[in-house]
């Protein structure tokens, strides 16, 4: 694989995640995957600065080429429908195979196959969750990604191809990230419309709060920003919470902690205050870490 072979956006994607062309395996796509959640972030301002947008049309159209402008443009990442779609685009265009699954009807993530193997591996940039590596989901049956206190499993259902997503934090699990999968079924991007519809719908989960996450191995953390609570996690587990006073401390810790000075964060907040949600006010009952 040469970039000559490659379109410019996927060329510039890799450049965004500093990443290099390699031939396609195992720790080339660890590779990616690390980058890719170290340099984007897993966000919803973007899912704001695109609400009204969705409503008019209806529906979201997959776009791996406005993703990566995006990201150069204003630093947005997304959340799993842009985030994994867009890396599915790119992992095709770099020789992988690639295909969707989709999480307790809610979530996208991939199945990604090396080329002359037979396995597939879990790979999901789309969640905030330390998928660092791909998972071997047949031949890997304990397999645990964790940082932090945020520990992940995927196990195997009784059926074949079925499987359980776990997530804790700080050894409790989380009763709404309990996902079933089946690997047997295939997916393309319009299959999720409906799941979409209700991801946009007023007043939801991710339209009706602030949210940002982003891993900094360097640093040995992960930020996240619910509202105005910034959440520093530490690889030792401890937790770091600061609570913002108004919107120039939310520009400063976007700024200088997640390091993203093109993220429209002061638009979200309007679209949001719009929507009737004052995120120094509204404190419902988050997973912030």
């Known amino acids: 694989m040469t970039q000559k072979q490659l379109p410019q956006w996927a060329m510039d994607y890799l450049h965004y995640i500093q990443v290099p062309v390699r031939e396609t395996s195992y720790s080339y796509l660890k590779e990616i995957s690390t980058a890719h959640l170290n340099r984007i972030p897993f966000e919803n301002i973007s899912t704001m600065l695109h609400y009204k947008e969705y409503h008019e049309k209806g529906k979201l159209v997959q776009d791996e080429k406005r993703f990566v402008n995006q990201l150069f443009q204003y630093h947005m990442g997304g959340t799993c429908y842009m985030l994994n779609s867009s890396l599915h685009q790119l992992l095709k265009q770099l020789g992988f195979h690639s295909r969707y699954t989709f999480l307790g009807g809610g979530h996208v993530a991939l199945l990604v196959r090396l080329p002359n193997e037979g396995e597939e591996l879990y790979v999901d940039v789309g969640n905030g969750s330390p998928f660092f590596e791909p998972i071997r989901l047949e031949t ?18 009784n059926e074949h191809g079925a499987y359980k997503y776990y997530r804790y934090v ?65 690889s030792d587990g401890e937790v770091e919470k600061r609570v913002l006073t108004d919107r120039y401390e939310i520009r400063s810790v976007i700024d200088h902690e997640f390091n993203l000075p093109k993220l429209p964060v002061e638009s979200a907040i309007e679209i949001l205050e719009e929507l009737g949600v004052n995120i120094f006010q509204d404190q419902k009952e988050y997973e912030v870490d």
């Open 170 to 234: 700080d050894g409790k699990l989380l009763a709404d990230m309990d996902w079933s999968f089946d690997t047997n079924k295939t997916y393309q991007f319009d299959d999720f419309q409906s799941a979409i519809r209700e991801y946009f719908q007023y007043n939801g989960p991710f339209t009706s709060a602030l949210r940002c996450q982003i891993w900094q191995l360097s640093q040995k953390r992960s930020l996240s920003l619910v509202n105005n609570v910034l959440s520093i996690r530490y």
């Open 140 to 157: 890997d049956s304990r397999n645990v990604s964790q940082y932090g206190g945020i520990e992940v499993r995927i196990r195997q259902g």
